[in-house]
């Protein structure tokens, strides 16, 4: 099983990011996907999730309107898009695929920093 994220880098506040995650060794279709995040010092936080087949999707209230999540199930793949970037959002950016049993990728660093 592999869950691999890319996408993350430095961005100047009010930039976008693109993160993805790119599944294998799972039936990715059956598991619900969702990327969480950690910054220096603090919790490990859900920022958004995605259901099996994209019907429902759920965003953290500091995300809300400004990151959008996507999947596409014959790729194998899920993306969030981060738009107007804020310091704030400044963390490791972990994708999880949820259902008998959890699965990590290994983090993305996305730094927003002028």
């Known amino acids: 099983v592999q869950l691999v994220e890319s996408g993350g880098g430095l961005v100047q506040p009010g930039g976008s990011l693109r993160l993805s995650c790119a599944a294998s060794?799972?039936?990715?279709?059956?598991?619900?996907m969702s990327w969480y995040r950690r910054a220096p010092e603090k919790e490990r936080e859900l920022v958004a999730r995605?259901?099996?087949?994209?019907?429902?999707?759920y965003y953290a209230d500091s995300v809300k309107g400004r990151f959008t999540i996507s999947r596409d199930n014959a790729k194998n793949t899920v993306t969030l898009q981060m738009n107007n970037l804020k310091p704030e959002d400044t963390a490791v950016y972990y994708c999880?695929?949820?259902?008998?049993?959890?699965?990590w990728g290994q983090g993305t660093q996305v730094t927003v920093s002028s």
């Open positions: 999880n695929a949820g259902g008998t049993t959890n699965y």
């Open positions: 060794g799972f039936t990715f279709s059956s598991y619900v």
């Open positions: 995605i259901s099996n087949i994209a019907r429902n999707t």
